[in-house]
């Protein structure tokens, strides 16, 4: 069983930055893949950036390339979505999930991941 706990959303102004939070327990980072998905008023859940941590490569969804930046703090079992110049069209509700045993093709699917956290409000608004 592996727990997931978020933190840092908020209200932030067009331009603007947050770094998200998801603490993980009960397994290791390593033995994980993990994803950060939002979803919209209104709309479906979508992935936003995952990988598999014993692996090199992490997915970042088209519209934040460039703006967002996964990273992990092994001592903490802490992994950290950093977002940079937001847009309006960030706004919605951020969830940290994690899965074990996932192959690279199914990283970008909810259904792949069994744990999930409850969830972050980001909304950037002026």
């Known amino acids: 069983q592996v727990q997931v706990v978020e933190s840092g959303g908020g209200l932030v102004q067009p331009g603007g930055s947050l770094r998200l939070s998801c603490t993980l327990s009960?397994?290791?980072?390593?033995?994980?893949?993990t994803a950060w998905f939002r979803q919209a008023p209104g709309k479906e859940r979508e992935v936003v950036t995952a990988?598999?941590?014993?692996?090199?490569?992490?997915i970042y969804a088209d519209p934040v390339k460039g703006r967002f930046t996964l990273s992990r703090d092994n001592s903490k079992n802490t992994v950290y979505l950093q977002m940079n110049n937001l847009e309006p069209e960030d706004t919605a509700v951020y969830y940290c999930?994690?899965?074990?045993?996932?192959?690279?093709?199914?990283?970008?699917?909810?259904?792949?991941?069994?744990?999930w956290g409850q969830g972050t409000q980001v909304t950037v608004s002026t």
């Open positions: 999930a994690a899965g074990t045993g996932l192959i690279h093709s199914r990283l970008r699917l909810a259904d792949a991941y069994t744990y």
């Open positions: 009960g397994r290791a980072l390593n033995n994980l893949a």
């Open positions: 990988r598999r941590w014993a692996f090199g490569t992490t």
